[in-house]
């Protein structure tokens, strides 16, 4: 079936540093591709998306490319800050479908 | 305007008991999904529905419930309850014709 895979945290970074978390997907077919964000005590937020191939979404700094030939879709950012501390969830929708399958998540901390 | 908003907050329960969890979407938003996210994980895909039908369902057992009312209001309820059960349930809301799905900050499900 379909899953997500992501590299597994803590991911522990000083601030400025260049950020990357992995993620793999398994689907059938063109699924659509998301991050999602958790702050401690919030709910999950859209972070962004892409829903094709080589797509690029980006929003707050971070970006994300679709790609097919690799089946990944790995978050970056220049020059993370302490407030980007969070919990990040790569997810997949399988196209046509609400349904979301995320990732177990990957913590971020980011010290001064 | 409101997010999508979720009811209660925090909820304790004993075993073999029964909970219904309330989730009202964000206005406009007809398609309401719910996921169950275990401390440490990802959330996990429970139920969509849309025009108060179930259009999907993921892999939870029968004691696993749910309905949309009229004014896409939906209702969660989990019957015999078992401590595994413990766990944050999200609530998701998306306007038709848009595949970004907007998260409550969900209900946090403790048994005893």
């Known amino acids: 079936g379909d899953s997500v895979t992501q590299m597994e945290g803590p991911v522990t970074l000083s601030e400025e540093a260049f950020l990357t978390i992995n993620c793999t997907y398994t689907?059938?077919?063109?699924?659509?591709l998301f991050w999602y964000v958790q702050y401690p005590g919030e709910g999950l937020q859209l972070l962004l998306k892409?829903?094709?191939?080589?797509d690029k979404g980006s929003n707050k700094g971070f970006e994300a490319t679709y790609r097919k030939e690799t089946t990944s879709f790995h978050l970056e950012k220049g020059s993370v800050q302490v407030s980007d501390s969070a919990v990040y969830f790569c997810?997949?929708?399988?196209?046509?479908?609400?349904?979301?399958?995320f990732g177990t998540g990957t913590r971020l901390q980011v010290f001064p | 305007d409101a997010g999508v908003t979720q009811s209660p907050t925090h909820l304790i329960k004993t075993r073999g008991q029964h909970v219904t969890l309330r989730c009202s979407p964000i206005?406009?938003?007809?398609?309401v999904s719910w996921y169950q996210q275990v401390l440490g994980q990802g959330p996990q895909f429970i139920f969509q529905?849309?025009?108060?039908?179930?259009?999907g369902r993921g892999n939870f057992p029968d004691r696993f419930s749910a309905r949309q009312f009229p004014n896409y209001s939906s209702e969660l309820n989990v019957n015999a309850l078992l401590l595994g059960d413990s766990a944050l349930y999200l609530c998701?809301?998306?306007?038709?014709?848009?595949?970004?799905?907007?998260f409550g900050p969900g209900t946090r499900l403790t048994v005893l």
């Open positions: 997810a997949l929708s399988p196209y046509n479908t609400d349904k979301l399958i």
């Open positions: 206005s406009g938003h007809k398609s």
């Open positions: 529905y849309y025009e108060k039908e179930e259009r």
């Open positions: 892409a829903t094709k191939a080589d």
């Open positions: 689907a059938t077919g063109y699924p659509s």
């Open positions: 998701a809301s998306r306007l038709v014709g848009n595949n970004e799905q907007f």
